[in-house]
T-cell receptor
């Protein structure tokens, strides 16, 4: 398996634009997690899915953020409209055993100008 | 809420020597997991080692071992025979049995010098 695949690797956009981050989990994993990493706050869980259903979205910072998982092999994290303070590295991770054994993607470096 | 503290923002070690990274955590729970993750310059988070709280025996993975002191809520990582490829950020993390919200420390930047 190729591991967790995220795209794009880098994204530069202007304030107010819509941003969509993509994730393909490892085949057979039924848990998918979105994390955000910043210098100020470190790594934070934004939302996670189990069997494509959002279970806990309490970490989503505000309504500008939304996440979907239309099928077992694809998830998106959308920010609309984006703001400079959203600049961070966004990680997707998947697991077949809750969060005990996470496999992380390479992350998307988002810069909002 | 659980918190994870890594008190060493940066550390360095000579190649082939041993280094210990510190981690403490705060929880009122009895059942949980503890982890060390490595983040090299490539940015990907890589699991180094995992410990289940109910196990008294310290986990080991080749050159990596932990010193788990449950009463003291301490979980340090020892890297033996350090290699240049060990240069990375190291994150300590806590996971309760009751949820999926893994809590990470602020990280320790380790540099292995030739």
């Amino acid at each position: 398996d190729a591991g967790v695949i995220q795209s794009p690797r880098h994204e530069v956009t202007e304030m107010g634009q819509e941003v969509t981050l993509r994730c393909k989990p490892i085949s057979g994993h039924d848990y998918l997690f979105w994390y955000r990493q910043t210098m100020m706050r470190g790594l934070e869980l934004l939302i996670y899915f189990n069997n494509n259903v959002p279970i806990d979205d309490s970490g989503m910072p505000e309504d500008r953020f939304s996440a979907k998982m239309p099928n077992a092999s694809f998830s998106t994290l959308k920010i609309q409209p984006s703001e400079p303070r959203d600049s961070a590295v966004y990680f997707c991770a998947s697991s077949d055993r809750r969060a005990e054994k996470l496999f992380f993607g390479s992350g998307t470096q988002l810069s909002v100008l | 809420a659980q918190t994870v503290t890594q008190s060493q923002p940066e550390m360095s070690v000579q190649e082939a020597e041993t280094v210990t990274l510190s981690c403490t955590y705060d929880t009122s729970e009895n059942n949980y997991y503890l982890f060390w993750y490595k983040q090299p310059p490539s940015r990907q988070m890589i699991l180094v080692i995992r410990q289940e709280a109910y196990k008294q025996q310290n986990a080991t993975e080749n050159r990596f071992s932990v010193n788990f002191q449950k009463a003291a809520k301490s979980f340090s990582l020892k890297i033996s025979d350090s290699q240049l490829g060990d240069t990375a950020m190291y994150f300590c993390a806590f996971l309760s049995y009751n949820n999926n919200d893994m809590r990470f420390g602020a990280g320790t930047r380790l540099t292995v010098k030739p």
